[in-house]
């Protein structure tokens, strides 16, 4: 299986000097099975680069969309998408139902000419929709299993078990959240042995003293689930906008001092092998 990073900031595109070593793109990861299945995760300003690598392929199998929830910054790059408008690409959005609601109001209402130029009739893809459930969903002879984040919004964290590895993506999570929706042992045994689990880790402790209800979670908090379930790497995810490259190196090689599990900062471009 194998995993690139097409945006990993969260909130808010950063692009500029200061971010270019992570990226300043949002949430966007394209994932191929090892039978060689493609399944693409998020919609923010990321996919657009993506989208542009696709259009390379001649006859191009169904590609599955996870989206995780309709924030801004997990939907926005979507009209941007240019395999939307072509007949050949068939697509298929995969989603709770709720989310599917709210990525129409949010999405494709903002195709109606005016705010953007395209318009609804210019998507020519072949689109479907699936409604996904808490037994999750199969896609390439691979089962995806999810888990209900703590956000202020219904929002999917994702385990893909793919032969003997696995992979978890579980971003815009609040792990130590007053009033979880899914409490932190449901996290531990849903990340359980993982090979590489990529978290939320958009606060530092310090943030986190007023950002605490946002629905993010801090570098120390992913660590600890990360070690109570025997994840092998994490990689920490939806940087903060604010946060340069410098800031978040520093942070960092401090935390790897705090722990045994290999730690990294994801990177917009980096792919990884499982
Ligand atoms: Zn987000
Ligand atoms: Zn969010």
């Given at each position: 299986m194998k995993v690139t990073f097409y945006g990993v900031r969260g909130s808010i595109p950063a692009p500029g000097c200061e971010t270019s070593r992570y990226g300043g793109n949002t949430t966007c990861a394209e994932v191929i099975t090892t039978g060689g299945y493609r399944m693409i995760i998020d919609c923010?300003?990321?996919?657009?680069?993506?989208?542009?690598?696709?259009?390379?392929?001649?006859?191009?199998?169904?590609?599955?969309?996870?989206?995780?929830?309709?924030?801004?910054?997990?939907?926005?790059?979507?009209p941007f998408f240019l395999p939307i408008y072509m007949p050949r690409f068939k697509l298929m959005f995969v989603s709770a139902n709720d989310g599917f609601d709210r990525l129409y109001q949010t999405l494709y209402n903002q195709m109606d000419g005016y705010v953007f130029p395209a318009d609804l009739q210019e998507v020519q893809s072949q689109v479907k929709y699936e409604?996904?459930?808490?037994?999750?969903?199969?896609?390439?002879?691979?089962h995806f299993d999810t888990i209900l984040n703590n956000h202020p919004v219904p929002t999917h964290g994702l385990r893909i078990k793919d032969g003997k590895k696995t992979f978890v993506?579980?971003?815009?999570?609040?792990?130590?959240?007053?009033?979880p929706i899914t409490p932190?042992?449901?996290?531990?045994?849903f990340c359980q042995g993982a090979d590489i689990l990529v978290h939320d880790a958009q606060y530092t402790e310090e943030d986190m003293k007023r950002t605490r209800g946002w629905g993010h979670s801090t570098f120390s908090e992913a660590i600890k689930l990360?070690?109570?379930?025997?994840?092998?790497?994490?990689?920490?995810?939806?940087?903060?906008?604010?946060?340069?490259?410098?800031?978040?190196?520093?942070?960092?090689?401090?935390?790897?001092?705090?722990?045994?599990?290999?730690?990294?900062?994801?990177?917009?471009?980096?792919?990884?092998?499982?």
């Open positions: 923010g300003t990321g996919i657009r680069k993506l989208g542009i690598k696709l259009l390379k392929e001649k006859d191009p199998a169904t590609i599955p969309i996870f989206i995780t929830h309709a924030h801004w910054d997990h939907v926005q790059g979507l409604i996904i459930d808490a037994k999750g969903f199969d896609f390439g002879g691979v993506f579980i971003t815009d999570n609040e792990l130590q959240a007053a009033n932190f042992s449901d996290f531990v045994a990360a070690e109570e379930a025997g994840v092998k790497r994490l990689g920490f995810f939806h940087h903060d906008p604010e946060r340069t490259d410098d800031q978040l190196d520093e942070i960092i090689k401090q935390m790897q001092g705090t722990t045994q599990i290999k730690l990294f900062g994801t990177r917009e471009g980096e792919e990884l092998d499982l």
